[in-house]
């Protein structure tokens, strides 16, 4: 079986395409979506993906600002700005970009943001939304994942599903996402003992290590047929790869997400997504505001 590739990046136009047309009529609603981040330290792949963030926003309309604090920042000095952040009225979505320094718990941190802005949907409070299944902003990675596999008509209601990554911003809510499909999901990890036995029962595989060259998802881990997700991004010589071996997997597999271009850019396009919906909740709550103030 030679395998059907799952174009992220054809997708994700696809959705910065109807994101450009939502923009536009919030605009001329008077309502100018606007997307804060903030980067604390000076981490050079962390400066690339924000400048990708950025780029993706101003294509479909998105107003976006960076603030860059210092890596040596303390709680109080990003508390500060996030506080300040969600009470601007113009500001719809805030995302702290991560990883950040030693001296800062992302927990701590991303617990300030108001949920309404939450672009990245990694609040307690959105988190529970989801493990609760009820309407909320959804983690740009999982909820891009979910796209490009309903895309594709991938059926997850009993499906055998294993994901290789157990983080908050990957492999616990994807998890969720798939478990309210009716998935039978499996989270493997560092300490998972015989992971290649799990793996060959997977009819979908979703691998987000990232450790090259101590892992790499062999044509030997994944069964005939299998729906293969890449979610990693790994430089060897060079190049950016996934986890899985792509050419025997994808001799093996029935779909696969190609490295660049399969998942990274679903993640982008969600984060314009939760913008907008943020946008234009906000908008809506306002307007019910205003309106029960009164003549
Ligand atoms: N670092 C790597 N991926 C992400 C992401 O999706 N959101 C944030 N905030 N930081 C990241």
């Known amino acids: ?57 101003a294509e479909v309309g998105i107003a976006a600002s960076n603030h860059t604090l210092r890596g040596d920042s303390s709680e109080a000095t990003v508390g500060s700005l996030i506080s300040a952040l969600n009470a601007r009225t113009d500001v719809h979505a805030i995302l702290v970009q991560l990883p950040l320094p030693r001296q800062l718990n992302a927990h701590t941190i991303i617990s300030m943001i108001s949920p309404e802005k939450d672009a990245d949907g990694l609040t307690p409070h959105n988190l529970g939304r989801l493990v609760y299944s009820e309407e909320a902003l959804l983690p740009c990675t999982p909820k891009g994942i979910m796209a490009l596999l309903k895309h594709y008509g991938i059926k997850l209601a009993g499906a055998n599903v ?34 290649a036995d799990a793996t060959r029962k997977a009819d979908i595989v979703v691998s987000a290590v990232g450790r090259r060259p101590d892992f790499v998802l062999g044509a030997d881990m994944v069964k005939e047929g299998a729906v293969v997700v890449d979610v990693a991004v790994n430089r060897v010589d060079g190049r950016l790869v996934g986890d899985a071996d792509f050419g025997p997997v994808s001799e093996k597999a029935s779909f696969i997400t190609p490295v660049p271009g399969g998942v990274g850019p679903m993640t982008v396009a969600m984060l314009l997504e939760n913008t907008v919906v943020a946008a234009a909740a906000q908008a809506k709550a306002r307007t019910v505001l205003l309106a029960g103030r009164g003549p």
């Open 1 to 57: 079986m030679t395998a059907t590739l799952m174009d992220g990046k054809e997708l994700a136009r696809e959705v910065r395409g109807r994101l450009k047309e939502r923009v536009s009529a919030l605009r001329s609603e008077g309502v100018e979506p606007r997307l804060e981040t903030v980067l604390v330290g000076d981490d050079g792949s962390s400066k690339v993906y924000l400048a990708t963030k950025h780029r993706a926003a």
């Open 162 to 195: 294993v994901v290789i990554n157990r983080s908050v911003l990957v492999g616990k809510p994807l998890c969720h996402l798939m478990m309210s499909e009716d998935a039978t999901v499996t989270v493997c990890h560092s300490k998972t003992r015989e992971l």
